[in-house]
C-alpha cells in the first residue's frame, strides 16, 4: 500500500532462475516506479562484479538512490553513487558508519587508500553469456559426459521452456552442440519460440535416423531466433509495462489490446538490440529472408494458433539502412500481430487470459 517499507531479496539470487541479467533488470525498472508512485520506500540489493554494465547502467538509470556498501577491516563505508533531488558538498564521498554517525572521507590520503582496498571495478558479461561459455567450455576434449550432459540440461533450460510438453523430445534429440548453436544465434535472452522449437526438433529427429537416410534432403539450417525476453524489454523500454499488466486483466483485455496493438509498431528496440539486429542483416546480406511468429504458446501440444499471429517477408533490398529499417517494421508488426483482435478472441476462447505470451 501508499507510504510502505519494503526490502526486498537480493535481486542477484534471481539470476539463479531467470538466467539473464537483462530480466532482472526489467524487473527493476518496472518495479521501481510503481513503488515510486505509491510514496513508498523500498531497497533492493544486488552483489558487485556478479552483473553487467548494462544492467547496472539501467538500474542507475531508473533508481533514485543508488549507494555501493563495503565492509573493509569491520568497518562499513557506505558511498553514493546517485542521489536524486538533494546535494551536499560531502554527499558524494564515501561514509564510514559507526552506530547512527556517519562520517565523511573527504581526505585524499584517506579516499585513495580505501578505493585500493575496494578493488578495482570488473567488466562482467551478461550471466547469460557467462553461463553459455560453461557450455562451450564443456565441449573441449576430456570433459567427463556426466558433467557435460549437466551443462546440457542447464543450456536447455535456459532456451526451451522446460514445462512444455516438447520437453522430453527436447532432452533426447537436442544435445549440447546443438543448443549452443542456437543460443548463438539468439538475440537477447530467454525461451525461443514453440515454432522454432518444432522445427529444431523435427529436423534433429531426421538427422537421428540411422544410415543417414534423409542426409542428402535436408538443406543447412540458416535461422536466427529472437529470445523471449525481448518482447518484454521492448515493452519496458517504450514505457508499456502498465499498459500491458492492464491488458492481461479480464474488464481491459479487449480494450487494452487495441491500445497496444497500435504501440507495438511504433516502438524502439535497445541500442545492444539494435546493433545484434545489424550483425544478423549482414550474414543474410540481400538474400530474402521471412521475420516468423514464434510465440511460446504457438504450434505446441494442444495450441496450434495456426494463422493467430503474422509472419513478414522482406525482400531485403537496397541500402543496409532502407534493409534495416524494414526488418525492424517486420518484428513490430509480428509483436503487434499477438493483439489482433482474432488472437485475442481465439486466446480468450481457450482460457489463455492470463497465460503468458512471449513471441
Known sequence: GRGAFYVFDCLTDLLDDWYSDL?????????????????????????????????IAGIRETTQLLLDLHVIDGTTYVHPLKVWGRHSPTMFFPHAIDGAEATSITSSAQSARLFAAMGRPVSRPDHWHVLLDRGWAALEPGVPDAEREQVAELVRAMIIDPRS?????????????????????????????????????????????????FASRLEPHDSYYLGADLFYTYIVANGWWRL????????????????????????????????????????????????????????????????????????????PE???????????????????EEALAYRASRGLVDRDEQM
Request: charged fraction near 20%; charge should be neutral.
Open 23 to 55: 530480466t532482472v533488470m526489467n524487473l527493476f525498472k518496472v518495479t521501481c516506479p510503481f513503488l515510486f508512485d505509491l510514496d513508498a520506500v523500498a531497497y533492493f540489493a544486488f552483489l558487485r562484479h556478479r552483473h553487467s554494465v548494462a544492467m
Open 165 to 213: 510438453r516438447m520437453a522430453p523430445l527436447c532432452a533426447r534429440y537436442l544435445d549440447l552442440p546443438s543448443l549452443l548453436a542456437v543460443a548463438a544465434r539468439e538475440t537477447g535472452t530467454g525461451y525461443i519460440g514453440g515454432k522454432s522449437v518444432g522445427m529444431l526438433v523435427a529436423r534433429a529427429i531426421l538427422e537421428a535416423e540411422p544410415d543417414g537416410r
Open 244 to 319: 500491458w499488466t492492464t491488458q492481461r486483466t479480464p474488464s481491459s483485455y479487449f480494450s487494452a489490446g487495441a491500445q497496444l496493438r497500435e504501440l507495438l509498431g511504433h516502438g524502439r528496440f535497445p541500442p545492444a538490440v539494435q546493433e545484434q539486429f545489424l550483425q544478423m542483416l549482414e550474414h543474410f546480406g540481400q538474400s530474402p529472408i521471412i521475420v516468423r511468429s514464434s510465440s511460446l504458446l504457438e504450434d505446441n501440444f494442444g495450441n496450434a494458433f495456426a494463422g493467430k499471429y503474422d509472419s513478414v517477408f522482406c525482400a531485403n533490398q537496397g541500402s
Open 322 to 340: 532502407e534493409r534495416y529499417h524494414a526488418f525492424e517494421d517486420a518484428v513490430r508488426r509480428v509483436y503487434a500481430s499477438a493483439m489482433s
